[in-house]
Every structure is written in C-alpha cells, then in structure tokens.
C-alpha cells in the first residue's frame, strides 16, 4: 500500500481546511447572530400575521389552497434567507391556517398553545435531547421523571406507580393495552405474548368499552394482532355515560361463553359530549372480575388542575393505567401526552435491549434510559412544555382557565336552550362541549341534517366561525368545543346569531324553490 500517496490526498481535501462555512447553520458560542437574526424575523412575522387575523379562518377553499401551496418551491440550491422564505409562505400558510387562539376557533379538541410552552419548545429544540438513552438526554430525563412524579402524585396514584411522556392519547392508549394483553397472558394463560406471540386461543380475548370511547380502542386492538371484533361496546345512558347494568349483563354473557375479557376501558371525558363514564362502580367491577383497568383520559385528566370539578376525577386512582393528554385542555403545543402505569414493573412488557441503547447492564450502573417505558424510541422532550408552562401560568390560573371553559359551556347550553329554533342535545354538560342543532319546525321534505351541513361550511367558509359537526343517533348536529379560555359568552351568541340567520336564510331559498 502506498501511504505516501494517501497522506497528500488527505492534505487536499477540504477536511484539513481551517474554514468553518457550516458554522452559521447551527446553535453554538459563535453562531449566536445567525440564530438571534432568524428568531428576530421569524416572531416579527407571527407578531404582523396575527395582527392582521380578523377571523378564525380566510375561508379558504380545499382547492385555492392546494393550488397555491402547488405553487410554492420546496427546494432551493443555494440556500436563502429567511426574509424571502417568509415572505413566499405569509399569505398562502401562515394566514390561511385556522387561527386556533381566535375566540370563534370552537370546533375540536384542538387548543391554543400557551406562549410559556412556545418558548419551551425554542429551548427543546436547541439541545434536541432524546429522551430514549440517557446518554442523549441527561438531565432532560430526570426532568421528565419529575413532572411524571407530580402527574402520579396528581392522579392519586403511589410510588409504586410510573409514567412516561408519548405523542398523545392513540398511543397512550395502545400502550395501555398492550400492557393489559400481556400481563393476562402471563399471569393467567402463561403466555409470554412478547417471546411467542398470542396464545393459542386468541380469539377468545375481549375488550370491554362504552359505545362512545374513542375509536383508537378499536384501532389499538386490531394493531394488538386481537382484531376490532374483540372490543366489546357497551351500552351509554341517556347522559353518555357507560351503562352499569349493561356491563354486568355482557360480562355474564361473556362468561357463559367461555370468552376472556381481560380489560376494561373507562373514557373520561368523550370527543363529542365530554361524558365521564362511572369511575368508581367500574373499578369495583374490574376488580371483582379481574379486569385490567384503563382509564383514557385524554381529555378529562386535565381536571387535576380544575378548582371546581377536580371531583369528577374521583376513582381514577384505581385505574391500572391512564391516558392523559396535554395538547387538549392542557394548551400544550402538539404532540404532548402521558402515559401512567400504577405498577411500574409492568413496563417490562415493552423492554428491549440494545447493546448500542439501552445495555442491560446500565440498569447495574443505576442509568435510567426512558426507552423501556416507551413503545417509542427516539423521543421528544415534551416534559420540558408542561413544565415551563405549569411554571409560569402558575395552578391558581391554569385552574381558573379550565373552569371558566367548563362555566362557559354551560352558560352556553342554557342560552341554546332559550333560543328559537334551535334545540341543545345535552343541555347539562359534563366538560366544555355542547352539540346543538337549527331545528325549525318545517315540513319532512325539507333536510334538516343537509341544512345543519350548510350551515357549518357556511361559518367555515367566510371565515365567521370554526365549529364542529357531528351525527347523534342519525341526526347531523352542530358542536362548539369550548377548550379557549378566551372565548366569552358573547362570543358564542355572534355565532349563534350567524348560524340562525344563515339557518333562516337557506330555508328562504328552499321554500323559495318549491
Ligand atoms: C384525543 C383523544 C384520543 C386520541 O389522542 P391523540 O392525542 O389524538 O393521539 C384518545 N381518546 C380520547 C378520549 C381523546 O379525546
């Protein structure tokens, strides 16, 4: 081999050359101007554009904005700067979004992000800690251990318990099932689900769940290799809320049918009605039948930090896992969620060790690699936002917020229910969702559902109001989900003024045209 020839083309590359041209595109002591410069443009764009958002939406069509964004260069070769990148996306991304901190963006689980947890994401995003090996993340995850400890705490759980940070309520979810279906297979069929797959009869598993928990239940148990067949819906009441009776009579069916119901899922606080099914009696009855208990809270868990309605909560603390999400009622920037394990030794169901990750040894050297709690492995460091967040707004407010949303739901529905025309469908809400509908007294041919449908693309597209749709027992209704605490009674009663004149106005055209 001839080393002298290889010790001169090293020399010529640009390898041994003094020159730093990357320096400007990252975070460090000496590129500090590039940064500062780039943040400066990017928040006096967001500061112009946000003063200029009257609306909660530009009313924009599906295909003007498809045709415009078609437009938009996704490459550049020699790179630009931010100035003309900013100006390419003002008008057809940043002001055609939905505003979602507008007083009249009502329309789904989706909330404004608080500025505390922005400017948590800016301190997340320079360090890009990743929460699997605390090799990348070191004080990160003793960060992310102490809010955990706090939710625990919060939902009355011990230090028998544990919890980890996921991407939002579908794999807190899965992750709680996963957990329930393998520790059934041990302790009870003797299975090692995670070595030899699903036992042999498999297909006598069931989930249990009221009719209206969210459909990532379903979804979870066909990934869970059980199929959506084996999630067993239970009959809701009159308020949503899972039926006792009904309960009772499926587990004696089950039984009778040899069948293996092996969970139990409670939904604290529903999509449409916000309906918290009966914590307490179904935790008696998973525990009588040995079922495990999950409770999805998603939307409910953040009552924790309620003043009036922490109550509500009473019985999750006997759950056997939770969900709980923070890009809900948390104001958490997306993705942020929790996953919570009453007995943390369960989590053992999802390890795996990597020699290069997570050596088995690390746990001997007392290093805690957050990887074997998660069904994720490169990870966020989403702690970092609840944490800035609880900080700053402080609980006294962070409480105030959520029951101001709560009282505004119900003052809401009593002003519904005093209106012509329309008709309130659950008009004593649990959380801070109402579903309504425009129903005028008019003759069958006239489509009241088409007519609702209308109405909500009509609000979407002049930009008026942001609400929801939904379909109750056949019925299309509207629903205003209430999670911005900025948004005040008035607000509301300009769109439902806006959604019974527009109602009215259809029904002229109609009559019209007969
Ligand atoms: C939002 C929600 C989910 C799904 O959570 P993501 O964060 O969207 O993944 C599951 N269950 C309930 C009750 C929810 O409200």
Same mark, same amino acid.
């Given at each position: 081999m001839n080393f002298t020839y290889r010790a001169e083309s090293i020399e010529n590359t !640009?390898? $041994?050359?003094?020159?730093?041209?990357? %320096? +400007?595109l990252f975070l460090h002591g000496e590129s500090t101007r590039s940064y500062q410069h780039i943040v400066q443009q990017v928040t006096g764009k967001l500061v112009e554009v946000m003063h200029k958002l009257e609306h909660p939406y530009s009313g924009s069509t599906p295909a003007t904005l498809h045709q415009k964004l078609n437009k938009i260069p996704v490459l550049s070769y020699g790179g630009e700067p931010i100035e003309s990148l900013l100006e390419d996306i003002d008008e057809p991304l940043l002001q055609s979004n939905i505003h979602i901190a507008h007083q009249k963006s009502v329309a789904h689980l989706h909330c404004p992000p608080l500025v505390a947890a922005m400017a948590a994401e800016m301190v997340i995003n320079a360090f890009n800690p990743s929460m699997d090996s605390w090799d990348q993340s070191p004080a990160a995850t003793y960060l992310e251990q102490e809010v955990i400890e706090w939710l625990i705490h919060g939902f009355g759980f011990d230090s028998e318990a544990d919890g980890v940070f996921t991407s939002g309520g579908t794999q807190s979810n899965y992750t709680g099932l996963l957990i329930a279906r393998d520790s059934f297979c041990e302790k009870r069929l003797g299975v090692d689900v995670q070595k030899h797959g699903l036992p042999e009869d498999f297909q006598r598993l069931r989930i249990l769940c009221s009719e %209206? !928990? +969210? #459909?990532t239940i379903k979804q979870s148990a066909s990934q869970l290799g059980l199929g959506e067949e084996c999630v067993l819906p239970i009959r809701t009441d009159k308020n949503h809320q899972l039926c006792i009776d009904d309960l009772n009579r499926k587990l004696e069916e089950l039984e009778e049918e040899q069948l293996l119901p092996f969970a139990l899922v409670a939904t604290c606080g529903t999509t449409d009605f916000g309906s918290i099914d009966p914590l307490p009696e179904m935790a008696a009855i998973a525990k009588k039948h040995g079922l495990w208990l999950h409770v999805d809270a998603a939307f409910g868990g953040a009552l924790i930090l309620s003043h009036q309605h922490? =109550?509500?909560?009473? =019985?999750?603390?006997? !759950? $056997?896992s939770i969900t709980v999400d923070f890009h809900k009622l948390f104001y958490q920037p997306i993705s942020c969620g929790a996953f919570l394990l009453k007995n943390k030794t369960e989590f053992r169901y999802l390890q795996h060790h990597a020699d290069y990750l997570n050596p088995v040894d690390d746990e001997e050297k007392g290093i805690v690699n957050l990887v074997n709690k998660?069904?994720?492995?490169?990870?966020? #460091? %989403? !702690?970092l936002k609840l944490f800035f967040s609880l900080r700053m707004t402080g609980t006294k407010q962070y409480g105030d917020m959520i029951d101001h949303t709560l009282s505004l739901a119900s003052s809401a529905a009593c002003h519904i229910d005093a209106m012509e025309n329309m008709k309130i469908i659950n008009n004593d809400p649990e959380l801070n969702t109402i579903v309504f509908r425009f129903e005028p007294t008019v003759p069958a041919t006239i489509d009241l559902n088409q007519l609702n449908w209308n109405i909500q693309k009509h609000l979407l597209y002049t930009g008026k109001a942001v609400l929801a749709k939904t379909t109750v027992k056949g019925e299309v209704c509207l629903k205003f989900t209430l999670l911005n605490p900025r948004t005040k009674l008035e607000d509301l009663k300009e769109v439902l003024a806006d959604i019974q004149e527009f109602g009215e106005s259809e029904l002229e055209n109609w009559r019209s045209t007969v």
């Amino acid at each position: 081999m001839n080393f002298t020839y290889r010790a001169e083309s090293i020399e010529n590359t !640009a390898l $041994n050359q003094p020159s730093r041209e990357f %320096d +400007h595109l990252f975070l460090h002591g000496e590129s500090t101007r590039s940064y500062q410069h780039i943040v400066q443009q990017v928040t006096g764009k967001l500061v112009e554009v946000m003063h200029k958002l009257e609306h909660p939406y530009s009313g924009s069509t599906p295909a003007t904005l498809h045709q415009k964004l078609n437009k938009i260069p996704v490459l550049s070769y020699g790179g630009e700067p931010i100035e003309s990148l900013l100006e390419d996306i003002d008008e057809p991304l940043l002001q055609s979004n939905i505003h979602i901190a507008h007083q009249k963006s009502v329309a789904h689980l989706h909330c404004p992000p608080l500025v505390a947890a922005m400017a948590a994401e800016m301190v997340i995003n320079a360090f890009n800690p990743s929460m699997d090996s605390w090799d990348q993340s070191p004080a990160a995850t003793y960060l992310e251990q102490e809010v955990i400890e706090w939710l625990i705490h919060g939902f009355g759980f011990d230090s028998e318990a544990d919890g980890v940070f996921t991407s939002g309520g579908t794999q807190s979810n899965y992750t709680g099932l996963l957990i329930a279906r393998d520790s059934f297979c041990e302790k009870r069929l003797g299975v090692d689900v995670q070595k030899h797959g699903l036992p042999e009869d498999f297909q006598r598993l069931r989930i249990l769940c009221s009719e %209206d !928990a +969210h #459909f990532t239940i379903k979804q979870s148990a066909s990934q869970l290799g059980l199929g959506e067949e084996c999630v067993l819906p239970i009959r809701t009441d009159k308020n949503h809320q899972l039926c006792i009776d009904d309960l009772n009579r499926k587990l004696e069916e089950l039984e009778e049918e040899q069948l293996l119901p092996f969970a139990l899922v409670a939904t604290c606080g529903t999509t449409d009605f916000g309906s918290i099914d009966p914590l307490p009696e179904m935790a008696a009855i998973a525990k009588k039948h040995g079922l495990w208990l999950h409770v999805d809270a998603a939307f409910g868990g953040a009552l924790i930090l309620s003043h009036q309605h922490k =109550g509500k909560l009473r =019985g999750i603390e006997k !759950a $056997n896992s939770i969900t709980v999400d923070f890009h809900k009622l948390f104001y958490q920037p997306i993705s942020c969620g929790a996953f919570l394990l009453k007995n943390k030794t369960e989590f053992r169901y999802l390890q795996h060790h990597a020699d290069y990750l997570n050596p088995v040894d690390d746990e001997e050297k007392g290093i805690v690699n957050l990887v074997n709690k998660s069904t994720q492995t490169t990870r966020r #460091f %989403d !702690a970092l936002k609840l944490f800035f967040s609880l900080r700053m707004t402080g609980t006294k407010q962070y409480g105030d917020m959520i029951d101001h949303t709560l009282s505004l739901a119900s003052s809401a529905a009593c002003h519904i229910d005093a209106m012509e025309n329309m008709k309130i469908i659950n008009n004593d809400p649990e959380l801070n969702t109402i579903v309504f509908r425009f129903e005028p007294t008019v003759p069958a041919t006239i489509d009241l559902n088409q007519l609702n449908w209308n109405i909500q693309k009509h609000l979407l597209y002049t930009g008026k109001a942001v609400l929801a749709k939904t379909t109750v027992k056949g019925e299309v209704c509207l629903k205003f989900t209430l999670l911005n605490p900025r948004t005040k009674l008035e607000d509301l009663k300009e769109v439902l003024a806006d959604i019974q004149e527009f109602g009215e106005s259809e029904l002229e055209n109609w009559r019209s045209t007969v």
